[in-house]
């Protein structure tokens, strides 16, 4: 229940003095939010600073302030020609000028002789090259220029709605904040030289230099860190709530040991530490919700099919589930034998099962003979039942939605949750996107794998590319070929790709294939196979490929217009390439000129593969914004932090979070009531995977 205390705070915008029926829903644009709080929130940008001066002394281009005598008022000989008052002080003149028919009503407030103070931009007039100012910002009686603030704060704004009105919302918002008990650890506090939550809300809409405007500015990082430590304790009370809910012990067991023995390779280091995390969850009786994050091809799969392997030996049941029906495939082919060989049996289900292969699998679920299910969304339908499922692993899980997730969990009684990601988060952000989860991280590659040659190079060398392609192929290279497919162009991509198919067969014939999105299923995974089979040399793909989807004898990756694309999809598309003994390469070809930061980027992957650092530099190389397309997964939209500039509150806040929880599980004590204003005040209700759960 939301305390009393709040309530001004969340009232809606419209009891803010001034915010109409039209104002309104243009505030809640720029607010992100209809309560009176967004406002609150909302930070200035900037900071216009208006000194005084004299006529004579005024510079052009600048915001200032003048004390002036009204000489005349010129009125508009023609429409649309302005109304001017025509102004001097003990130096010179300059006229003020006023659109839109508010002179008569000027004339009599401010007649000739009147004293004003004013304040607007200084220009030069095209017209007659005297001096004016368009609209002053500030005109009132000479006695008030103390009212003229000499630094004010620029807010967001957007069309119909300025920067000034917002400014004045956001004052009278901050009127209506009440002061709050202190809900930090006033040791740290000190130790930050911070102030109490009023003053730095106050501080944040009283800039008085442009230092306050910094991300580093304490009533900011104290706002920031607020905000913060609020999510991470709502991450941390999800993770307990989970943490207490009952699921089957599953036992590491000599089944699963025997089919890590019978596989051609050894686990990696990081490979090992992830299965014994995974362990360690799994034995302890309780629900499990763990990510395994690592790069394409850092081996996640093997580790997620030995848990199962586990799960088998306890005669429970696990599910995998894919975005793709390719995917699924796959998984399914890496499975299968290896499981086989030890009497599991594990059936892949798609939507394309159909009539009796299809009851006889289901069949096979239901009474438990099939240990392990591995497909797409088709394992969550109704009929499809489970004997004991008691593990769902889910691939790529920010593909999914969270109730396809959900769904599929509802098929166990209290089944554990592991998710496998390959789109690496920077260390700094985990805690944000994944605070509630558990995390295993695969940093190590396995062993062998070769550097991939990476160059950026402009369309217009495309026949020279073509030509060493078509030597590479002639010599037994095989080659992905991806063009773009962004949903808002997706015809005219879409035709592009074909198109560049089709100029491809000019050159190597019929060992061209297309895939993309729009095919039928079945007729995806016919070319998929023509091309890991070898038979076709070129793939052309839109970004089909770019989750998971291994052909460990293509070689050559070459990205149509790579500007379009992502750093970390760019990463994601170069690692399809390079599984295989062969050297590999990757040409990032662009239309120029291409910008600064494209350019940076297209740089940043010339330099290294290594899918963590990538996305580290991504970050830092774009400041905020969704540099990695977080919010798909479940990143956190923050109003106060930063989450580059602020990162280093990032893990004390997840510390502080931890530490308030432990202490005090039900926030009961004197600290503990003032957190839970906290929470109120931010409100979070956390997004992403863990909504499954
Ligand atoms: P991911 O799911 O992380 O993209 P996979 O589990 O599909 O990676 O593994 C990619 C490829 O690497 C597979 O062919 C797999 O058999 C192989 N592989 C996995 N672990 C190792 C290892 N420790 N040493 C050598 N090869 C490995
Ligand atoms: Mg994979």
């Given at each position: ?138 005109m009132i009686a000479a006695a008030r220029i103390g009212d003229i603030p000499e630094a004010e704060a620029v807010y967001p704004a957007t069309q119909g709605l300025p920067s000034r009105s917002v400014r004045r919302f956001a004052l009278e918002a901050l009127d209506r904040a009440p002061d709050l008990a202190e809900w930090q650890d006033p040791a740290w506090l000190e130790k930050q030289r911070w102030p109490s939550w009023h003053a730095a809300i106050a501080a944040l809409h009283a800039p008085a230099a442009e230092a306050d405007l910094l991300a580093e ?247 020279e590319i073509v030509a060493r392609l078509r030597e590479a192929v002639a010599g037994g290279a095989q080659a992905f070929w991806i063009c773009p497919l962004v949903s808002e162009s997706e015809v005219s991509d879409l035709a592009a790709a074909e198109a560049r198919a089709a100029s491809l067969v000019k050159v190597f014939g019929p060992r061209v294939g297309l895939i993309h999105g729009k095919l039928p299923a079945a007729q995806k995974d016919a070319v998929m196979a023509e091309f890991a089979e070898g038979r076709l040399a070129v793939l052309v793909a ?152």
């Amino acid at each position: 229940m939301r305390p009393e205390i709040l309530f001004p705070l969340f009232a809606p915008i419209t009891t803010l003095k001034g915010v109409a029926s039209r104002t309104a829903p243009l505030l809640e644009k720029v607010a992100g939010g209809d309560l009176v709080r967004d406002v609150l929130f909302l930070s200035p940008q900037n900071l216009v600073r208006r000194r005084q001066t004299t006529v004579a002394l005024a510079q052009e281009g600048q915001v200032q302030i003048l004390k002036l005598i009204v000489n005349d008022h010129q009125k508009p000989a023609r429409q649309g020609q302005p109304w001017r008052i025509r102004c001097r002080d003990d130096t010179g003149f300059i006229s003020l000028i006023w659109f839109k028919g508010h002179g008569p009503h000027l004339e009599q407030r401010y007649p000739p002789g009147a004293d004003l103070a004013v304040s607007g931009l200084v220009e030069r007039s095209s017209y007659d090259m005297s001096l004016q100012i368009v609209h002053p910002d500030y005109m009132i009686a000479a006695a008030r220029i103390g009212d003229i603030p000499e630094a004010e704060a620029v807010y967001p704004a957007t069309q119909g709605l300025p920067s000034r009105s917002v400014r004045r919302f956001a004052l009278e918002a901050l009127d209506r904040a009440p002061d709050l008990a202190e809900w930090q650890d006033p040791a740290w506090l000190e130790k930050q030289r911070w102030p109490s939550w009023h003053a730095a809300i106050a501080a944040l809409h009283a800039p008085a230099a442009e230092a306050d405007l910094l991300a580093e500015a304490p009533a900011r990082r104290r706002l920031a860190f607020d905000e913060l430590l609020a999510h991470q304790l709502a991450l941390a009370q999800r993770k307990r709530e989970r943490k207490i809910q009952a699921a089957p012990a599953i036992e590491p067991s000599d089944l699963a040991n025997r089919v890590e023995a019978a596989l051609p390779f050894r686990l990696t280091g990081a490979q090992v530490r992830a299965l014994s995390e995974l362990r360690g969850d799994l034995k302890a009786g309780q629900r499990m919700t763990r990510l395994i994050q690592g790069d394409v091809g850092s081996g996640k799969t093997v580790v997620a099919m030995l848990a199962m392997a586990d799960a088998a030996a306890g005669g429970l049941q696990s599910a995998l589930m894919a975005p793709t029906e390719i995917l699924a495939r796959q998984h399914f082919e890496t499975l299968q034998a290896p499981l086989a060989a030890e009497g599991v049996r594990a059936v892949l289900l798609t939507g394309r099962d159909k009539g009796a292969a299809r009851a006889e699998k289901l069949e096979a679920l239901a009474d438990g003979t099939a240990a392990v299910a591995v497909g797409t969304h088709a394992l969550f339908q109704d009929d499809v039942i489970f004997h004991r499922l008691a593990l769902t692993v889910i691939d790529e899980q920010h593909r999914f939605g969270v109730n396809e997730r959900a769904r599929l969990q509802a098929k166990g009684e209290s089944t554990h949750l592991l998710a496998m990601s390959a789109t690496p988060i920077p260390r700094t952000l985990e805690l944000t996107v994944f605070g509630d989860l558990d995390v295993s991280r695969l940093e190590q590659k396995p062993p062998g794998r070769k550097p991939i040659a990476t160059r950026a190079s402009p369309m217009s060398r495309l026949p020279e590319i073509v030509a060493r392609l078509r030597e590479a192929v002639a010599g037994g290279a095989q080659a992905f070929w991806i063009c773009p497919l962004v949903s808002e162009s997706e015809v005219s991509d879409l035709a592009a790709a074909e198109a560049r198919a089709a100029s491809l067969v000019k050159v190597f014939g019929p060992r061209v294939g297309l895939i993309h999105g729009k095919l039928p299923a079945a007729q995806k995974d016919a070319v998929m196979a023509e091309f890991a089979e070898g038979r076709l040399a070129v793939l052309v793909a839109t970004t089909v490929v770019e989750v998971g989807v291994n052909v460990p004898a293509a070689s050559i990756m070459i990205i149509e217009q790579a500007e379009r694309f992502g750093l970390a999809q760019l990463h994601q598309l170069r690692g399809r390439v390079g599984r295989g003994a062969a050297e590999s390469s990757c040409v990032l070809l662009y239309d120029p000129p291409l910008s600064e930061i494209a350019t940076k980027r297209l740089d940043i992957l010339r330099r290294t593969d290594d899918g963590f650092l990538i996305a580290e530099k991504d970050l830092e190389l774009r400041g905020g914004g969704d540099p990695l397309g977080l919010k798909q997964s479940g990143f956190p939209a923050y109003r106060l932090a930063d989450p580059v500039a602020h990162r280093d509150l990032i893990a004390v806040a997840a510390d502080d979070a931890r530490l308030i929880l432990a202490r005090d599980p039900d926030l009961a004590s004197t600290r503990g009531k003032a957190v839970r204003v906290l929470q109120e005040l931010f409100d979070w209700r956390p997004a992403g995977l863990s909504e499954a759960g």
